[in-house]
């Protein structure tokens, strides 16, 4: 089946720094990928979707400057977290789908970010 | 708009017991509907999926029927075991309002021996 996979699995880095995380579509193309952000014991906030070679729509709220995100190619989508503070420590997930794997959603493991 | 009210937690039962969260929904075009399970530690994996009204998904023991009249998609496991502890979440999307996911709160169950 569909296989996201996510890297770093964990990263700690000093503030003020930036951190990229990288999602990869292993054996399909993610013409749309999808970056959530979860707090500890909370549900999923979806930050930004992505379209393969075009700019990223960003939720409500949702810092674009600060969470760049780039889709590249159809198998690859970065999430870079600028200048990062302390209040930026969370747990990033992404999924994709395709035009081949119907209504499903398919998450990476995610990435724990913390920023000392 | 669309969204998944999810029954909230944190849920304890004893190993073999019988596990029910509740999940409804509103939405406004044709929804599927989707439980994902977190482990600890991991992201997301899908659990199963139902998408299209009085279809049953299921996998591993859980099974979930797709309600239109009551606007559910309830999960189930007749005989939960210490392995079933994670997070399980209700989603929903919506091939009337572009596909978006929407996500249930989350609900913990712990599964004590």
């Known amino acids: 089946g569909a296989v996201v996979s996510q890297h770093p699995s964990r990263v700690i880095c000093k503030s003020g720094t930036s951190v990229k995380i990288e999602c990869r579509s292993l054996d399909f193309q993610a013409t749309t990928m999808f970056w959530y952000r979860q707090f500890p014991k909370q549900s999923l906030m979806l930050m930004a979707t992505?379209?393969?070679?075009?700019?990223?729509?960003?939720e409500q709220g949702v810092e674009k400057d600060k969470f760049l995100i780039n889709h590249a190619s159809l198998t690859l989508s970065t999430l870079t977290v600028t200048s990062a503070h302390p209040e930026d420590s969370s747990f990033y997930i992404c999924?994709?789908?395709?035009?081949?794997?119907?209504?499903?959603?398919?998450f990476g493991a995610g990435s724990r970010l913390t920023v000392l | 708009g669309d969204s998944v009210t999810q029954m909230e937690g944190p849920v304890t039962l004893s190993e073999e017991a019988f596990l029910t969260i509740n999940c409804t929904y509103t939405?406004?075009?044709?929804?599927?509907l989707f439980w994902y399970v977190q482990y600890p530690g991991e992201g997301l994996q899908l659990l199963l999926k139902a998408t299209k009204a009085d279809d049953k998904g299921s996998n591993k023991g859980f099974e979930a029927t797709y309600r239109k009249e009551t606007t559910s998609f309830h999960l189930e496991k007749g005989s939960v075991q210490v392995s079933d502890s994670a997070v399980y979440f209700c989603?929903?999307?919506?091939?009337?309002?572009?596909?978006?996911?929407?996500f249930g709160t989350g609900t913990s169950l712990t599964v004590i021996p």
């Open positions: 939405a406004t075009g044709y929804p599927s």
């Open positions: 992505s379209n393969e070679g075009s700019k990223a729509t960003y």
């Open positions: 989603a929903l999307t919506d091939r009337g309002t572009g596909n978006q996911f929407y």
């Open positions: 999924s994709a789908t395709s035009p081949y794997s119907g209504d499903v959603l398919t």
